[in-house]
């Protein structure tokens, strides 16, 4: 995925220690651009919220028909300091990069993409999609690890039965089962489909702050109302997260925690750095063809130019 907002959104960070406050972040429309009309969801950054855990920037999207939506077509782009994680519900998207991977995003599976210190990608959903519907998140990676080498890691979970619910554990761990996924920062992904009416009660780690991203249905958090496409926000502190679905069919969530990010990031385009002065020069090396980034094979057409800086220095944020 890449990000065309060119305008950076202030990093601000949300916990509150022991608070059982449920922040609720609701969505914004974001064109994707490129040859394609498609649109996400966003949820992160937001300017009362940036991070969750290092989870920094969350899109949201479908389910789309394709023949209507043209699907998801995003040309070579490139990353610094993140990681990228691809989840689908529904449609296949593949995935080429400029460590040399060629790879199927389907759902249930998952794709996580490191950049480090540089690396470049396309995305396209397949001829047999016919529904595209998924989520794309990213993780910063800390200081000590944002200039590592590429990496490309899959995983696929296997569903977990759980008292009214049914859990993918992709990153971390739930409910007893852990995603074998390195990460650099303790984290927790995780998709759960909630029966019609259930009430789940997890056990979490208290030095966690959690999201809880409703895709299908409505849920409650610790008795909060979200509705579909809104991200729950929950501060470090509880010990146990509790899920309600009040409908009449079954609802679908993505579960996001970490602990919290202690650094301060500037996030512009498709960058994650420390400094106004290195994402410039990233921005700079991207147009100027550095191997920084590499080459993606196989995509037919062009690769993103990065749009203008904008005016003024972009300002390193953090959490309070
Ligand atoms: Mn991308």
């Known amino acids: 995925m890449s990000n065309v907002e060119a305008e950076p959104v202030a990093l601000v960070g949300g916990s509150t220690p022991g608070a059982a406050v449920v922040e609720v972040l609701e969505p914004r429309d974001v064109p994707l651009g490129g040859p394609r009309a498609m649109t996400v969801r966003r949820t992160l950054p937001q300017r009362s919220r940036s991070l969750i855990g290092a989870w920094c920037f969350a899109d949201h999207y479908g389910p789309d028909d394709v023949s209507v939506s043209g699907g998801m077509d995003v040309a070579p782009h490139p990353h610094t300091g993140l990681q990228t994680a691809s989840w689908l519900f529904s449609g296949e998207i593949e995935h080429r990069d400029s460590l040399g991977v060629h790879a199927l995003v389907r759902p249930g599976e998952l794709n996580l993409m490191t950049a480090g210190h540089g690396i470049c990608h396309s995305e396209v959903s397949t001829p ?102 809104a991200l729950g926000c929950l501060g470090v502190g509880a010990s146990r997260l509790r899920l309600d679905n009040p409908g009449d069919a079954p609802a679908r969530v993505v579960l996001l925690g970490g602990e919290p990010f202690g650094e301060r990031l500037v996030m512009w385009w498709n960058f994650v750095g420390r ?46």
């Open 128 to 229: 047999a999609t016919t529904v595209l519907h998924g989520v794309q998140l990213w993780i910063a990676l800390p200081d000590a690890d944002r200039d590592a080498p590429r990496d490309f890691q899959h995983h696929v979970p296997e569903p977990v039965g759980l008292d009214g619910a049914t859990a993918r554990v992709f990153l971390g761990t739930l409910a007893g089962h852990t995603s074998p996924v390195r990460t650099s920062t303790p984290l927790l992904g995780a998709e759960l489909v909630l029966d019609p009416g259930a009430r789940l009660v997890l056990e979490v780690d208290p030095a966690f702050e959690h999201g809880v991203l409703v895709d299908l249905g409505g849920v409650e958090l610790e008795g909060t109302a979200l509705a579909g496409g």
């Open 275 to 320: 400094s106004h002065d290195e994402v410039a020069r990233y921005r700079e090396q991207w147009q100027e063809g550095s191997e920084r980034f590499g080459r993606v094979e196989g995509y037919p057409g062009d690769r993103l130019p990065a749009p203008p800086l904008p005016g003024g220095r972009l300002r390193p944020r953090g959490n309070p």
